[in-house]
């Protein structure tokens, strides 16, 4: 069983810091946008903008509901990237817990 499963919540751990990454890239990118700093008129600069909010967005719409107004900030990216490190650390633990030869990955 373990032989299965350590890979595969490897997997999942990777996962997850990917698309943590993929946040904080949605977020610098929506500043530099806002403060003007890339032009939004760019071939490159559209593609790159609508695929991080295409693979961000439908979970942050949902914890944005859930999370009262605060007018223009946005909190939902950095609770999203808190749940995904608790979420990684159980992974982590539960790794750990299975083979506790192997060293901690993440």
Same mark, same amino acid.
């Given at each position: 069983?373990?032989?299965?499963?350590?890979?595969?919540?490897?997997?999942?751990?990777?996962?997850?810091?990917?698309?943590?990454?993929?946040?904080?890239?949605?977020?610098?990118?929506?500043?530099?946008?806002?403060?003007? &700093? #890339?032009?939004?008129?760019?071939?490159? +600069? /559209?593609?790159?903008?609508? $695929?991080?909010?295409?693979?961000?967005? =439908? !979970?942050?719409?949902?914890?944005?509901?859930?999370?009262?107004?605060?007018?223009?900030?946005?909190?939902?990216?950095?609770?999203?990237? &808190? #749940?995904?490190?608790?979420?990684?650390? +159980? /992974?982590?633990?539960?790794? $750990?817990?299975?083979?506790?030869?192997? =060293? !901690?990955?993440?």
């Amino acid at each position: 069983m373990d032989v299965l499963l350590i890979p595969l919540l490897t997997v999942l751990n990777t996962v997850i810091g990917i698309y943590v990454w993929i946040i904080i890239a949605n977020a610098v990118m929506s500043w530099l946008i806002s403060f003007q &700093v #890339i032009n939004r008129k760019n071939n490159l +600069v /559209i593609m790159v903008s609508e $695929f991080l909010s295409r693979v961000t967005e =439908p !979970l942050l719409a949902r914890v944005r509901n859930l999370l009262p107004t605060m007018g223009a900030m946005d909190f939902s990216p950095l609770v999203v990237i &808190v #749940i995904a490190w608790f979420i990684q650390a +159980v /992974i982590r633990m539960l790794m $750990f817990k299975m083979a506790p030869i192997l =060293p !901690l990955i993440g």
